[in-house]
């Protein structure tokens, strides 16, 4: 448990670093492929929020989902590819195959769904190859170029919230 505040610690420090220089990305492409990356600690409604998504015009084909536990249970079986802070090497690398494959994926919208910040959440939505990312207003302001300010509870709100402003921002 110990080691885990510890590789914590480092990935925050490491993160702060490489904040400094996010650039901004103005991408006029219309959202097609959705990514998105759930805190299953505080919310466990995650079919919930893809069917909000799919009634709003999103294929359920383009939704790729990654969830993220704070404790795995070995014989448990997940619907979705699931990690924890145990696929954090001491390089601070990400060591489960299906997470490097979602942060490579060019998705055209990462909806990063947690609303606590924690490093190795952080560090995936930063280091994601997402065209725009949304995510909650009491994440870092620099992560995201679309903050939702409600709480992770209010998926519909927040659903709501993102269809109104990628309307406006003619992203659908």
């Given amino acids: 448990m110990f080691l885990n505040y510890i590789k914590d610690y480092f990935l925050k420090r490491i993160l702060k670093n490489?904040?400094?220089?996010?650039?901004?990305?103005s991408s006029t492409v219309p959202i097609q492929t959705?990514?998105?990356?759930?805190?299953?600690?505080?919310?466990?409604?995650?079919?919930?929020?893809?069917?909000?998504?799919?009634?709003?015009?999103?294929?359920?084909?383009?939704?790729k989902i990654i969830v993220y536990r704070d404790k795995l249970?070995?014989?448990?079986?997940?619907?979705?590819?699931?990690?924890?802070?145990?696929?954090?090497?001491?390089?601070?690398?990400?060591?489960n195959p299906a997470v490097n494959d979602f942060i490579n994926d060019k998705f055209d919208l990462l909806i990063s769904y947690y609303d606590v910040e924690k490093a190795i959440l952080l560090n995936i939505t930063h280091n994601s190859k997402a065209l725009f990312k949304v995510g909650f207003s009491s994440i870092d302001k620099r992560l995201n170029h679309l903050m939702i300010n409600t709480n992770a509870e209010n998926y519909k709100v927040f659903v709501h919230e993102l269809f109104r402003y990628l309307k406006i921002l003619n992203k659908i």
């Fill in 34 to 63: 959705v990514g998105v990356l759930v805190d299953e600690t505080y919310f466990l409604e995650k079919e919930a929020l893809v069917k909000e998504l799919i009634a709003n015009g999103i294929s359920q084909d383009n939704i």
């Fill in 73 to 95: 249970r070995k014989n448990e079986a997940y619907l979705q590819p699931t990690f924890s802070i145990k696929h954090l090497n001491w390089n601070t690398e990400i060591t």
């Fill in 18 to 25: 490489s904040l400094h220089n996010v650039k901004s990305i």
